[in-house]
């Protein structure tokens, strides 16, 4: 089972709020911690061969590019979707589509900083929560990302 399973009878309607409330809230939520917990190891723990040096810096640059894409969509297409003018999303669909391709560019960065999101032995508290809540984000983007395309904007593709 897939994790965009239980979704696949909602609404387009249905599966837009579930789409602002359990991903874009999240990650609004989340990555300001990210980022500042980041920040933290990459100073206190700059000399240690594990650490993830640029992490907060590509973490900021993702939070920046993801709030763009998110805004696209709330205030663009999914309001057209909703309205039932699926017809002309197929262009803004198809940028959506490639921001999400480069979304994915960028947590594969992600995992090349922090070597896997693998901790070193004895990593302190911040490093451990650090880890824990971008292996959550890193999902979270992820399923975000396959509830989109797979699920609402195949509707849009397929003329629903
Ligand atoms: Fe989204
Ligand atoms: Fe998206």
Redesign the pocket.
């Given at each position: 089972m897939t994790n965009t399973e239980p979704m696949t009878q909602a609404s387009n309607e249905e599966l837009i709020e579930h789409?602002l409330t359990r991903?874009?809230d999240t990650h609004r939520e989340q990555l300001p911690e990210l980022i500042q917990l980041s920040e933290r190891v990459e100073r206190v723990h700059g000399g240690h061969t594990a650490c993830p040096a640029g992490l907060s810096s590509h973490l900021t640059h993702m939070a920046e590019e993801l709030e763009t894409?998110?805004a696209k969509?709330e205030k663009i297409l999914f309001p057209m979707i909703a309205r039932g003018m699926g017809a002309m999303a197929g262009g803004p669909v198809a940028v959506m589509r490639h921001e999400h391709d480069d979304h994915g560019s960028a947590l594969e960065e992600l995992e090349r900083i922090t070597h896997g999101l693998t901790l070193p032995e004895g990593a302190c508290g911040s490093w451990q929560r650090l880890y824990h809540g971008l292996a959550n984000f890193r999902d979270d983007l992820q399923a975000?990302i396959q509830t989109?395309n797979d699920l609402l904007f195949s509707r849009i593709d397929g003329g629903n």
């Open positions: 789409i991903y874009h894409h998110m969509e975000h989109e």
